[in-house]
């Protein structure tokens, strides 16, 4: 094995997929993401053989790491769409109004969000107001945020994102590219300020340290100190 691969080994009756990454390192280290992905880095002429190997005796470990990160994922809720209900706008809940008009429309007040239609009575019709309401309100709101914590850093602007995707996301909560497009889960746009900020920090500080080691970890609690509260909120509120 010479270049980066994908490698599956099989532990009991669990199969453990890994992404292979090569290094001119001399020890071959095995880290688990938060979105419970298995990343091996192994020295330039490490074998297959030797790689699997390493996986097997960390087998335990890795599920370990991995049911524990399971906990955290965001849990998407079932919307039905229908009056009455409730929504999160940062962090705030919000209810949900459907009034019959003849322009569609969504727009915030007084402690609901007011969804115009045409056809009150259609949820998919409700589902596909608010979605596109939350996306642009997401593509807003994150620009704003990227540029007030691009200011934690010294050099921030060259951590600046070449591309910002917004998607809906089951198993993360944003990530960012080898070539430094930021992708952030349209969800987020529904947790409070200060959680929004620690993801987007979070993944900025990847820009020049690509895993959770120690050195993202010395990166991350210089520029956002508190960065384990705001974790904990965005996890307890979203839930």
Same mark, same amino acid.
């Given at each position: 094995? &010479? ?10 009756? =669990?199969?453990?997929?890994? %992404? ?5 390192? @001399? &020890?071959?280290?095995?880290?688990? !993401? ?7 880095? /192994? ?5 297959? !053989?030797?790689?699997?190997? +390493?996986?097997? #005796? ?27 209900? =409730? ?9 949900? @109004? ?8 969504? +727009?915030? =007040? ?14 998919? &019709?409700? %589902? ?11 593509? /807003? #709101?994150?620009? !704003? ?16 994102? @070449?591309?910002?995707?917004? %998607? $809906?996301? @089951? $198993? ?14 349209? %969800? ?12 987007? &920090?979070? !993944? ?5 340290? /690509?895993?959770?080691? $120690? ?15 705001? +974790? $904990? ?7």
């Amino acid at each position: 094995m &010479t270049e980066d691969a994908l490698l599956s080994v099989e532990y009991g009756a =669990t199969r453990i997929d890994c %992404r292979v990454v090569h290094r001119a390192r @001399k &020890t071959l280290e095995i880290a688990v !993401e938060p979105d419970m992905s298995v990343v091996v880095a /192994a020295p330039l002429d490490a074998t297959c !053989e030797a790689i699997e190997a +390493k996986i097997r #005796k960390r087998a335990a470990w890795i599920i370990r790491q991995q049911r524990f990160f399971a906990q955290f994922m965001p849990r998407m809720p079932e919307r039905q769409f229908i009056a009455g209900e =409730t929504h999160r706008y940062l962090g705030r809940q919000y209810r949900l @109004k459907v009034v019959p008009h003849v322009q569609q429309a969504v +727009k915030m =007040t007084r402690g609901y969000i007011v969804v115009q239609t045409h056809r009150p009575l259609s949820p998919d &019709t409700t %589902r596909e107001l608010v979605e596109a309401w939350y996306r642009d309100k997401a593509q /807003a #709101k994150f620009a !704003e945020r990227i540029d007030a914590n691009l200011q934690r850093f010294p050099d921030g602007e060259l951590r600046r994102p @070449k591309g910002l995707i917004i %998607r $809906q996301l @089951k $198993q993360r909560w944003g990530s960012m590219s080898p070539g430094s497009r930021l992708m952030l889960n349209r %969800r987020l746009i529904e947790a409070p300020l200060d959680a929004i900020d620690y993801v987007i &920090t979070h !993944e900025l500080c990847h820009v020049t340290e /690509a895993h959770h080691g $120690q050195a993202f970890y010395d990166l991350l609690a210089k520029v956002l100190p508190d960065w384990e509260r705001r +974790k $904990q909120r965005l996890e307890q509120a979203m839930v």
